[in-house]
């Protein structure tokens, strides 16, 4: 399964979180939201100008920005 | 204040978006007391219950989704845990997102805190398939568990039963103790040892959370440790930093990263085998999912956004205008029957043009912002404005703000009416200083309730029948100052990276009626007290300005030889008619004529006379004073007056306008609306119309306003920034309009 970042995930995409990257108060917030490695989520979709990005985790919805997602990086299956 | 023997302090933590202020409202009911924490403007909300005699006082401290040194919410949080230490936490945990809402309880039971959860909106997760066995929860844990449903109350009376028992058997403080793994776990037991040894801070936490702190960088409580004991925090520090090497050498992380790791894994573990149960059905999150699909689709998405928005600037304007329409007649009524039982003076002026006037200005835009907040309550409530936030955020980054700085905006007046104050205090959801600085100054270039009624009163006189087009013009044109100003000031004085957008988009809701109404109230109260405290003070100082220095004798006297003259050529029986105003009801035709010709030039006279003396007062005189720069964009000295005045409260510009261009003139001229006397007025024109509009929508936000900036941004400067460069952008602008609208022959013919 490869791994990539979380602003390259496609709508509908599902994946696992590997690694997060982030540090500081963006790495706090990160995890504080439950985004921890091994966390499942599932993209839902993007704002009308393509940023920020909405994620389903945990049961609830989450949005962020497109240079926050590049910290996330996501397990993802293998596209067909 | 000591909470007596038969008084219990409780607190409420939980998630934003847990339902935490719906069971605070359930529970409270209307017994409830809005304040600030001392010396920081995070709102302090307090009510109390009874139950079987005792007195429950319960604190609704701000939403957090943890406890770190993070926000100034989780600070606020924190602290009132750790120094009011109260009876019991009741934490609200929303049982359809569990494991995050537990991190939190994990670490209230580290600090040690008596925690009684609410396992709340068990409703909710039913209908999404989760069925959580509450006991079993509890056994874990450890602790009590009661689920409710706090939107229609259920299981409130078992919560506070179960919460006045827990509260009855005080008990230490007993902090449970987490495996942080390998890494960390003889690290941490280690400091704890130091710290029990040195009894360092142990009388506000357990020692294997300040160990904890210092393995996690809490910059607050390494500060506090920094000034008790250096040497111990020292070497606490060093111990930390050894920790901290390793981690990134062998896993590349941190100790922070690492803790919340096992902090969830606790929370996984805990969950396991029997305490959560999902079956697959249609559920509520599917609805929501399938309404995000359109309300925030790439072409469906912004549509709705304008139309909604729309929809509640119409809402707002036409089921207020009735209610505002009252109380202005109400209070025009009260000045109105002052005048009559008084005699004229100093007092009597006050009474009417200071108070009533003023605060009757504010007063009557209550509907108004009552309307507006209630619409801003139900979007807020149904979780539509987090979707702004979410689709205008790439909007505002561009312009070095947050999507959340939208939510300052609209309270403002950023789609129409709204309050600078409110919209003001709304900064405090932004994290980073620098954006809500930003926020925070350019909110008050938002069309706000007060600014509106001189907006319509100038339509209505210069573009009659265009009202509802060009108001949507000006909303338009507030908002793009708004943003090129607040990316000026980003790039400039306030520049510096942009903070964590990570918003929740909490699942669509239909509101209580209840809680909208506590919502609006609020916020209303915030606005209704403003008028009653600074408006009413400031008003009199104003009018006091406007009333004072008095004409001198000289002049006075020779408006007396003048009014004489006029009586001494009437008939004797008139002159004492036409000097008190009653005419007689049995005069002959020619009479009559001559006592109307008399009384409006007496009232011409009067007039005269009023116009003088509010030439000759201070105010007018700084109106004189600014009309050699203010010309340039087309202010007279008695718009300069109004001006002047809407700086104590923009309501206070549509009162002077009215009071400075009603004196100076006949009587059967003074009943006329406002707008039709300056439409007639030779000095005005549709251009200066505009310019004064603009002049009006951009310069320095109210006193009021002023102070709260002052307060939520923490420096003076901020609050004199805002005054003079608002004002110099207002002059800017406004000079630009009025002298290109000349240039291109657009004078008083357009």
Known sequence: MPTILLRHMQAGQKGIIERVRATGELGRRIRDMGLVPGTPIQVQGRAPLKDPVAIRTRDFTLSLRNNEADFIEVMVEEES | MNPGPEEK??????????????????????????????????EKKEGFVSLDGRRLRLVDLPGTYSLTAYSLEELVARDFLVQERPSVVINIVDASNLDRNLYLTIQLMELGIPVVIALNMIDAAQSRGIEIDAEELGRRLDLEVVPTVARSGKGKEVLLETVARVASEPREWRPIRISYGPDIDP?????????????????????????????????????????????????????ASQVTEHLEKTLASYPEAIIADHRYGFIAALLKDGVVQRTQRGDRLYLSDQLDRVLTNRFFG??????????????????????????????????????????????????????????????????????????????????????????????????????????????????????????????????????????????????????????????????????PRIMFLLTLLSWTMALLVAKLIRVTILRGPSTPFLLELPPYRLPTFKGLLIHTWERTRQYIQKAGTIILAISIVFWALMSFPGLPESRKASFEAERGAILAVLPAELRESVSDGRMPADLSADLERQWTDARSALDGIDGAEALAALKHSIAGRVGLGLERVTHWCGLDWRTNVALFSGFAAKELIISTLGTSYSMGRPSEDRDLPLSRRLASDPEWSRLKAVAVIIFIMLYAPCIPTVTCIIRESGAWKWGLFSMTFNTLAAFVMAVAVYQGGRWLGLGTGL
């Open chain 2, 302 to 467: 912004p549509v709705i956004m304008m139309l909604v928005l729309y929809v509640v600037y119409h809402f707002t304007f036409d089921y207020s205008e009735i209610p505002v329409q009252w109380l202005e007649s109400g209070f025009s009524a009260l000045g109105g029957w002052v005048e009559s039982v008084l005699e004229p003076g100093p007092l009597r002026s006050l009474l009417v043009s200071g108070v009533i006037d003023g605060v009757g200005g504010v007063m009557g835009f209550v509907p108004l912002i009552l309307f507006m907040f209630l619409a801003i309550a139900f979007l807020e409530d149904t979780g539509y404005l987090a979707r702004v936030a979410y689709m205008l955020d790439r909007v505002f980054r561009t312009f070095g703000l947050h999507g959340s700085s939208v939510m300052a905006f609209i309270i403002s007046g950023g789609i129409a009416g709204g309050c600078a104050v409110p919209g003001v205090m709304a900064t405090r959801t932004l994290r980073s200083s620098k954006e809500r600085v930003a926020t925070l100054l350019t909110a008050p270039f938002m069309n706000c309730g007060a600014k509106l009624p001189v907006f319509a009163m100038l339509i209505a006189a210069f573009f009659p029948g265009d009202r």
């Open chain 2, 9 to 42: 302090l409780l607190a409420l933590a939980g998630n934003p978006n847990c339902g935490k202020t719906t069971l605070f409202n359930a529970v409270t009911g209307a017994h409830q007391h809005v304040g600030n924490y001392p010396g920081i403007t995070v």
């Open chain 2, 187 to 239: 690290v941490l037991d280690r400091m704890e040892a130091d710290i029990l040894e040195a009894g360092f801070m142990i009388e506000d936490f357990p020692p294997r959370w300040t160990a904890l702190k210092y393995l996690e960088a809490d910059e607050q409580v390494l500060a506090r440790g920094d000034g008790i004991d250096p040497n111990l925090s020292a070497r606490l520090k060093s111990r």
